[in-house]
């Protein structure tokens, strides 16, 4: 019997499109006898399994550091960053078997890491900053504390055409004493937001009849309506309108079907629950 392939979720950080598209065609046909990938879209809210960072985008090298790549989380640098990284490096032009090996190598690593055997020295830190800083930060650990703003208090509010996902999600979610509430209608939602205390608004975009990003405008023109987190459930054939998304408040999107690890892992980073 054929053993189920390892599928692994990539995010790429700071490659031009043209190059971002050609790893992406890469990543979806690797050999046969390695894992399978699969791009995450730029506003995905889901961790990835994998960096894949451009060592010629300043941006791009920050933000995979403050990812902070060990053995459970793999990263690769492709192009001459000019300093070492914790971890693989790949200089260009890039050689797609040597990159497909490398990978292979990573992701079989990091099955040993998740499951004991390389234990990794210290646990992830689940608490990071949204906008990576690439200057030296000096302000006053006390500033930071000031603008700090409390925890969310508010449930989940899940709107889909049927009550499973509000089903399964309250199933995950039930250790931690969090509300969640399923509607099929536009109207009934934001009729919710305004009268019960909500904090993470899930909307899948195949719903009939609902318009997720003039949903998510109606909900976010309500008074104290800024703090909830609006999340499209997107099927990737679908397609994902980004403009409009980030016109209307969407505070990014995952990806349908996933993994229960990364339904929970984005819930708790929204609803600052502990890991």
């Not at 925890?151 to 709107?159: Q, T």
Request: proline letters at 7%.
């Amino acid at each position: 019997m054929q053993s189920k392939r390892q599928l692994l979720s990539v995010r790429l950080l700071g490659f031009p499109s043209g190059e971002g598209a050609e790893l992406g065609t890469a990543l979806a046909h690797p050999p046969r006898d390695g894992p399978s990938y699969s791009c995450l879209l730029g506003d995905s809210l889901q961790e990835p399994d994998l960096v894949i960072a451009n060592g010629d985008d300043l941006s791009a090298l920050a933000a995979l550091l403050a990812w902070q790549p060990d053995l459970t989380r793999p990263a690769l640098v492709i192009g001459s960053a000019g300093m070492e990284f914790p971890c693989a490096q790949l200089a260009r032009p890039l050689d797609m078997f040597q990159m497909f090996k490398l990978l292979t190598e990573m992701a079989r690593k990091r099955v040993d890491a998740l499951t004991g055997m390389l234990a990794p020295e210290a646990p992830p830190v689940h608490e990071r900053r949204r906008r990576i800083r690439l200057d030296l930060d000096t302000t006053d650990p006390a500033d930071f504390v000031k603008m700090r703003r409390h925890a969310p208090n508010g449930g989940v509010l899940i709107v889909d055409k049927r009550g499973a996902l509000r089903d399964h999600v309250a199933r995950l979610l039930s250790a931690h004493q969090v509300s969640v509430e399923w509607t099929e209608s536009a109207a009934a939602a934001v009729r919710l937001c305004a009268e019960t205390p909500v904090s993470v608004v899930m909307i899948n975009t195949s719903t009939p009849g609902i318009d997720p990003y003039a949903l998510c405008s109606e909900i976010k023109r309500q008074e104290g309506a800024d703090r909830i987190a609006v999340v499209l459930l997107v099927n990737q054939a679908s397609g994902y309108d980004t403009a409009r998304a980030r016109t209307a408040g969407v505070r990014g999107l995952l990806d349908k079907p996933m993994a229960d690890r990364h339904l929970v892992g984005a819930l708790k980073k929204l609803l600052s629950l502990p890991p």
